[in-house]
């Protein structure tokens, strides 16, 4: 029984690899949780479709046409639809890992259980990560179908607004986890919420073309957030109309999410580990 | 890695080993002990005295700070996940998932250990059958009570089938029927080979169970040994306790001088520490010394205890 046991001489490769594979037991463990109140996850997949039929149709009424930064025009819904691809997994993917983490973390004391198993800090975080992104994907993928559907999406080049959605997803999960490692308390959740995630939802180009609209320093100063770049690409994706100015949307998603990831683990490990 | 060294003799080794936490303060301070396969090993001390810091450590739940620690041959800094493999930990204030019910937290504690479904279904079932909480299996957890939440912990604890069991405090809270019911089990574990560590205030259980044991006082050990070894290093054959009415006491004023080897006030009794009690006890009356009550009894490891701790148990 009490046999030695060699030290497993894995690379580093390998052991990311068996860290991330190891990780899907967290998402199981969120299923299991989940799986006696699905009707929890469903409800967030009409709030983007609440804004798509009220603002892209309605206001759409009146407004008709929308110029895009390259001069052409295209359909307010059309518009619109595509950017609450992006907010559905931004918003799925805060909600998740804010609240939902934050009090695993704070109060249930869950993870304490978990890292007695063979379960480590990385596993945990990036477990979370993925099953927000999950969530996250649902919503995304959900007004991706229903936009499909009504002919918002104008390019074959719109079937690439999924992996397009899940990075958006990944990159906000990872976010958010590093984000509620920060709140101490339950009223901290007004800051990220109400002073980070509400206006970048209003004025990251999801109902405006913003260079159209806005004075140029704000421009600029929105140019670094990550839901402006999200909305970019996966509206690109949309009217077919990409660029140069895509490629970038990707890589500065793809570092949004590396440097959040980082954060978030280096945080659990602090609070976690005393 | 030279990981085979000290296995063959000690299951947990430690030399110096000493947790100094982010605050600066210094709850282990350099100790050494070895515990040995298939024993149970016993960590007793005051509140404070840094036994749950020790224990972390060797769960790889907390980083040791400074010395050498072995855990079934291996090192905790670098190979924490094969160790907690092996480990069943019980630990001080339970961490039940409570978003789960009963049954889903020792199935998903199953998962964490990539036990396979067909095993873990038999041994979940077993295990809350042990633990006598089959019938609530599909309860949420927090509606339990303090006792049926210890419990699930220590059945979760159970569910790898671990080498080495961790509990800090197990029973506390426990009935006196869920606590004969563990002890059995524990035993059962070291009948079949694994090796048990246990920090517990009740001195009737470190006798039951422990083979050895170690007090720890203010981050050190200050003693070691079996129950038996300890209390007659530290103690004497037997205990004369003598209750006095109030006006007594405080006018005793060495009145008991010269006969016992040592005199313990506690503050509804005194403890006179001696060869023979029933002989110390003539002699009081000798002295002609009112009491109210008087008892002789064997020395016991609560005696050692107050004796290195210099503090009640029952604070
Ligand atoms: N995370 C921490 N940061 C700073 N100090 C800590 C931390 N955890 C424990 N301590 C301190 O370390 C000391 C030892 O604590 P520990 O929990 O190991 O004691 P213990 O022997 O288990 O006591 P008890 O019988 O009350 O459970 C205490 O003084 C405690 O305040
Ligand atoms: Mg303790």
Not at chain 1, 75 to 101: D, Q, S
Request: aromatic content about 8%; proline content about 4%.
């Amino acid at each position: 029984m009490t046999a030695i046991t060699q030290p497993v001489q894995a690379g580093p490769l390998a052991e990311a690899w068996s860290r991330i594979w190891r990780a899907r037991r967290l998402v199981e463990r969120n299923i299991m949780v989940y799986r006696h109140q699905w009707i929890i996850i469903f409800s967030g997949v009409f709030e983007p479709i609440f804004y798509l039929v009220g603002i892209g149709l309605g206001l759409g009424g009146i407004i008709r046409e929308v110029p895009l930064a390259n001069g052409e025009v295209v359909a307010y819904a059309a518009f619109v639809a595509p950017a609450l691809v992006a907010t559905a997994a931004m918003n799925g993917a805060v909600f998740e890992t804010i609240f939902n983490v934050f009090f695993k973390l704070n109060y249930a004391k869950t993870y304490d259980g978990v890292l007695a198993t063979p379960m480590g800090i990385t596993e945990i975080a990036i477990g979370e990560m993925l099953w927000a992104l999950m969530r996250a994907s649902l919503y995304a993928v959900a007004m991706f179908v229903i936009m499909f559907f009504m002919g918002l999406v104008l390019s074959p080049l719109g079937i690439l607004m999924i992996p397009a959605a899940l990075l958006v997803a990944a990159a906000f999960a990872a976010a958010g986890l590093a984000g509620t490692s920060y709140l101490r308390t339950v009223n901290d959740f007004d800051v990220p919420m109400g002073l980070i995630v509400m206006p970048m939802f209003l004025f990251s180009g999801t109902f405006f073309p913003i260079e159209l609209a806005l004075p140029e320093w704000l421009v600029t100063i929105i140019q670094f957030t990550p839901l402006y770049h999200g909305i970019n690409l996966i509206r690109g994706l949309s009217t077919g109309i990409v660029g140069i100015g895509q490629l970038w949307d990707l890589l500065y998603l793809l570092a949004f999410f590396a440097v959040s990831m980082w954060i978030a683990i280096n945080q659990m490990e602090r609070k976690l580990i005393k | 890695m030279q990981n085979s060294m000290t296995t063959s003799e000690s299951l947990v080794h430690a030399r110096g080993l000493t947790k100094r936490y982010a605050n600066g303060f210094t709850a282990v301070d350099g100790v050494d002990f070895d515990v040995r396969p298939g024993k149970a090993f016993g960590f007793l001390g005051p509140n404070g005295a840094g036994k749950t810091s020790t224990m972390r450590m060797i769960a790889c739940s907390s980083p040791v700070s400074d010395g050498t620690l072995s855990v079934i041959g291996m090192d905790p800094r670098t190979q924490a996940r094969e160790i907690k493999a092996r480990l069943g930990v019980v630990p001080q204030i339970d961490n039940l998932d409570t978003e789960l019910t009963v049954r889903e937290n020792l199935e998903m504690y199953a998962r964490y250990f990539d036990i396979p479904r067909s095993v873990a279904d038999q041994r979940t079932k077993e295990l809350l059958e042990f633990v006598q909480l089959d019938e609530r299996a599909k309860d949420q957890v927090e509606p339990l009570s303090g006792g049926m939440k210890r419990r699930l912990t220590i059945a979760r604890a159970l569910i790898n089938d671990p080498d080495l069991v961790i509990l800090d405090e197990p029973t506390t809270g426990l009935d006196p029927q869920a606590r004969h019911l563990l002890w059995e089990r524990l035993y059962q574990l070291k009948r079949r080979g694994a090796t048990l560590i246990i920090t517990t205030h009740y001195m009737d259980e470190a006798e039951q169970l422990c083979d050895h044991l170690v007090v720890m006082d203010k981050a050190k050990i200050v003693a070691e040994g079996s129950p038996r070894q300890l209390i007659d290093q530290h103690s004497t054959k037997e205990v004369l306790e003598l209750r006095f009415a109030d006006q007594t006491r405080d006018n005793l004023n060495g009145q008991l001088d010269g006969l016992a080897d040592r005199i313990e006030e506690l503050p509804d009794r005194l403890l006179l520490y001696t060869a023979n009690g029933e002989r110390t006890l003539e002699q009081v009356n000798e002295r002609q010394i009112p009491i109210e009550s008087a008892l002789v009894r064997r020395s016991s490891l609560e005696d050692v205890f107050l004796r290195l701790t210099g503090r009640s148990l029952v604070e």
